[in-house]
């Protein structure tokens, strides 16, 4: 990310998360906050225009043209966006159900509403939101405009994955490393080095008690591949650059899994996309695709 910009993905996909509760049935996740976060001009200026500019499947092979892979595109990270905000929750409310989880660490949380929406689960989990100064403040601000009350149990810690040391940030927190912890970390690992990426992990498996587990998405390191045959992939890529957020780094799953390992995480799933399309957008009228080298995965601390 640029120094001292807020991260305009934080936003477009809050803004997704908004377009989706607002006007999609059925829900995949219904995140009725996000909108609050969302200014009206923004709401104008980002105007996906999710009706129009979806149509029909179109095999992201066959994208040569950049109408055909910026539909595509679109259809693709708002249907990665949405499922993976309702894995993460899924698997918190799974763990919080078997295990005696009372914190919840949001890494890279963005404009994450959990905590505003969740006020039950709020009274029983201290949640942290760990994210680039940048964004951090542009969150708080939003949510003062927005007159929301901030739950007692939310704490916010601000952190550069690439420069401070997450668990030296969790040391110096409420966060209690004797009991066990869910942590989840959307739509962040791709932005980073490969190297802060594993040191997060580490940090996690260093840091977080026997059984708690962490939830993230990932991309297959063919993304980034420099004969990628996909036209979408290039304007991805091109555009998230030009916003001052460039994609760095994917994945090869079995090589992950074996790294994690050896610093105390054990992978327990690992959805690729044909798997996030049959658990979570089934159903859905709207042409939502996951994006072909999507990850979504779980670990926990050994
Ligand atoms: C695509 S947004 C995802 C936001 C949120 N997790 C979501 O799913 O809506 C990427 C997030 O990664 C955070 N991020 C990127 N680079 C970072 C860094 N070096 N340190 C901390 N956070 C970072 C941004 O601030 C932003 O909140």
Redesign the pocket.
Known sequence: ?EEGL??K??LI??YI?AYHAAHDTPKIFDDFMAHRLVTAEEWRSLGLDVPESIPEAEDPAVCRGRPAALTWWIKVIAGS?IA??RYIEDALDQAVRQKKIEQYV?L?????TFALRRPEMLERLRVFEI??PA?QAFKRRRLAEANIELPGNLRFIP????AESLSEALKGSHYDPGTPAFFSW???TF??KRK?VMAVFGDVADLAQKGSRIVFDYLDEGFFAPDNPHYSVQLVLENVRLAG?PMLTGFAPPKLAAELAQLGLIIREDLCAAQVETNFLMGQTRGYHAGLYTHFAQAEVE
Request: net charge negative; charged share 25%; hydrophobic share 45%.
């Open positions: 990310m807020f991260s993905t934080a996909t809050a998360r966006i993976r905000a949001i890279g949380a963005g404009l994450d994210d680039h964004t952190l550069d994955f690439a959307p739509g962040v932005y980073l802060d957020e």
